[in-house]
């Protein structure tokens, strides 16, 4: 089992930056593939990125391809979400998640998952 916190969200103007954070307090990070999810209100929780157990496989939504990050540091058991040319459609409340599985973009393919952190982006 692994405990995830996440660090790093904010109140951003569009076109701004953030990276988030979400460090793992138990657990052998390095078994996990590690996701972020966002979740704004009245919508459902939607994939944003996802990363690999090594840091060597990515993959991201259509809609942050090219502006978001994902990246990880095993030795640190962390993981980033480097988020540039915000949008304010990118407002949400930002999830990490950890997952067995590989390659898996659904919420319920995720096991454990932080409390959230709230990205807001202004116009």
């Known amino acids: 089992q692994v405990q995830l916190v996440e660090s790093g969200g904010g109140l951003v103007q569009a076109g701004g930056s953030l990276r988030l954070a979400c460090a793992a307090s138990t657990g052998t990070f390095n078994n996990y593939v590690m996701g972020w999810f966002r979740q704004a209100p009245g919508k459902e929780r939607e994939f944003v990125a996802s990363i690999g157990r090594t840091g060597d496989s990515t993959l991201y939504a259509d809609s942050v391809k090219g502006r978001f990050t994902i990246s990880r540091n095993n030795a640190l058991r962390t993981a980033y979400l480097q988020m540039s040319s915000l949008r304010p459609d990118d407002t949400a409340v930002y999830y990490c998640?950890?997952?067995?599985?590989?390659?898996?973009?659904?919420?319920?393919?995720?096991?454990?998952w932080g409390q959230g952190t709230q990205v807001t982006v202004s116009s």
């Open positions: 998640a950890g997952s067995w599985l590989t390659g898996t973009t659904f919420p319920g393919g995720y096991a454990y």
